[in-house]
């Protein structure tokens, strides 16, 4: 089956660092785009930024830019996100989704909350 | 970055009534290669986003009929035949033409 398996739900204090994880399976990992999307509570969806696991070419969404990190190791199908120094406003849902110019294929969300 | 702007923003619709959202674009959404990246999803409550409809009016495998798309440059409509309970949730245009990537603001559709 073709799939996205997300990390599970974190809780973390603000000025803490994360990693959160997204593996792919069922289909050849480093011929497609892996996104990050970011869904605030009660909120709509923004793109934080997109990687190419065949060369960890990576893109970022100019509001994310230099606030977070995607990176990919291929010998294990996984993306990552991550932050150095969480907060609160961090808070949110995040999927990873596959794709370039569009998604068709959504992780099923990794729910981060950041509260001291 | 383009902005994309859905309306309306709330859709209350009887069962078996039609539906439209539309979703403008603040520059066009032609790609240099000749394909407009304007798609539609859905989230239903408590679950991730799914595609229906992908470059303006391609139907996603196991997508209703009643679901089609339309409209080109700057300007799309998702349009729902006949609305059954299972279409009950949010709807998001999103354009994959220019970086950043950019959702609308998304359309809840309920039943009324």
């Known amino acids: 089956e073709v799939q996205l398996v997300q990390s599970g739900a974190e809780v973390k204090k603000p000025g803490e660092s994360l990693k959160i994880s997204c593996k792919g399976s069922g289909y050849n990992f480093p011929v497609y785009w892996i996104g990050w999307v970011r869904q605030m509570p009660g909120k709509g969806l923004e793109w934080v930024g997109i990687?190419?696991?065949?060369?960890?070419?990576?893109r970022y969404s100019p509001a994310f830019q230099g606030q977070v990190t995607i990176s990919v190791d291929t010998s294990i199908n996984t993306a990552y996100l991550q932050w150095s120094s969480l907060k609160a406003s961090d808070t949110a849902v995040y999927y990873c989704?596959?794709?370039?110019?569009?998604?068709?294929?959504w992780g099923q969300g990794t729910l981060v909350s950041v509260s001291s | 970055e383009v902005v994309m702007t859905q309306s309306p923003l709330s859709l209350p619709v009887t069962l078996g009534q039609p539906a439209s959202i539309s979703c403008r674009s603040s520059q066009s959404l032609v790609h240099s290669d000749g394909n407009t990246y304007l798609h539609w999803f859905i989230q239903r409550p408590g679950q991730s986003p799914r595609r229906l409809i992908y470059k303006v009016s391609h139907w996603d495998s196991g997508v209703p009929d009643r679901f089609s798309g339309s409209g080109s440059g700057t300007d799309f409509t998702l349009k729902i035949s006949r609305v059954e309970a299972e279409d009950v949730g949010v709807y998001y245009c999103?354009?994959?033409?220019?970086?950043?990537?950019?959702f609308g603001q998304g359309t809840k559709l309920e039943i009324k």
């Open positions: 999103m354009q994959g033409t220019h970086w950043p990537y950019t």
């Open positions: 989704a596959r794709g370039w110019t569009t998604v068709d294929l």
């Open positions: 990687i190419y696991p065949g060369d960890s070419d990576t």
